[in-house]
DNA sequence: CTATTATCCGAGCAATAACTCGCATTTGAC
DNA sequence: GTCAAATGCGAGTTATTGCTCGGATAATAG
């Protein structure tokens, strides 16, 4: 048994097996979050083995288990690191519109999301929508909500707090069309995003006008 | 190798690789499918196995894969099932309100789910959310949105066509914010109903005020 | 330079789970 | 009854895959 930390530092996530301590290892670890990400998009969470990971990273296996106790460590340590990129996005884009329109702020939201879908194309929508496969995530959706109960707070601020709650929930779910409904004829990226628009905006101004 | 269909009827699904013939095979394929439903919704697809699900039904593996191809072939059988289930159910019920306001479909609409989902608890759910995970699932959503798709004509004529499909999906889409938004300090399931009741009010009237 | 720690490797171990096969039993036609 | 087709069985085969291990290589301190 390799003592638990030799003389470095606890390991901050759970799953985390070691922390890296050189740039070397701090760029393979980087290089393992980015090939997991892309494979999980491409062919979702039980399709991709951690063969498969290491490989696409350049890595061996073995190095691939030093820094990630199993294979889920790898998904969560990339639902933490999305959480922190997408509420940054949300706090910089929406930090001054805090007496906004809801049309002007569902269209900041979804520029926030195609934007961010791009990088390694349908991350994020796997993150936001995969959420019950393999472990409970609550990160990344919580990223968004949280922030919504807030706004909440400023639009509504006659409804009850636990409705808030439980409406941010659904605006999130309402958000998650945008990777949920199937393309096919007539239902391209644009007219999806159109629709889920005019969803988000009719029931946001629902709730303000309601008590 | 046994003849493809020694002199019986050819399989009517693709995975199903014998047509039960007497009444003894038809229950037990039917008590198949009653078993990987329910463990289906309590575990999820992923974790569940084609052992666990012949010992839940009182059958041996040999007995399963006499009549499924694969794992795979006993979730599409389900699907196939519930897809007319719940298509009868909507027909049934929606038949004489041709010409009901928004507010009465929609509810009829959440109690048909409320309703089906109790049979066994979550499977519905589990069938109209987890739609991608092993094979491409169309079915179940379908049925609900082809019968939509019919609805809209009526409650929005001058609609362009295209667009009554992207908005049928939209909704049913937020209609599956029963069973994917969690549930927590605040969100229960009738409070989580009734926002999703007022979002997908909203979200229709606004489809029949629009062109 | 030397010692010590950190990093890296990839063949192989072990567990899991999908699926098969040969044979026993039941059903239904005659 | 008798026979053939249909059904039922479950131990065992096979392939996959998550993960370990012992040892080689590179960085860093003194």
Chains 1, 2 share one sequence.
């Not at 063969?51 to 790898?74: C, E, P």
């Amino acid at each position: 048994m390799p003592v638990p930390e030799p003389g470095g530092a606890a390991a901050p996530t759970p799953g985390r097996r070691r922390m890296p301590k050189q740039r070397r290892s701090r760029e393979l670890v980087e290089r393992i979050l980015t090939a997991a990400g892309e494979l999980f998009a491409e062919r979702g969470y039980a399709e991709v083995n951690t063969n498969l990971v290491a490989a696409r990273a350049g890595v061996s296996v073995g190095s691939l288990y030093q820094f990630f106790a199993d294979k889920d460590a790898i998904l969560t340590a990339l639902q933490e690191q999305w959480t922190i990129r997408l509420g940054a996005a949300l706090d910089e884009r929406l930090r001054d519109a805090l007496d906004a329109e809801p049309a002007e702020l569902i269209d900041e939201v979804l520029d926030i999301h195609a934007a961010l879908n791009e990088d390694p194309p349908g991350l994020l929508g796997f993150l936001l929508s995969s959420s019950t496969s393999p472990p409970a995530a609550p990160g990344v959706v919580e990223a968004i909500r949280s922030r919504l109960v807030q706004r909440l707070e400023v639009l509504a601020p006659a409804m009850p707090p636990e409705r808030r709650e439980t409406a941010a929930s659904v605006i999130v779910h309402i958000s998650n069309g945008l990777y949920a409904v199937g393309r096919s004829a007539g239902a391209t990226d644009t007219a999806v995003r159109a629709e889920v628009r005019r969803a988000l905006l009719s029931y946001v101004r629902t709730l303000r006008d309601d008590t």
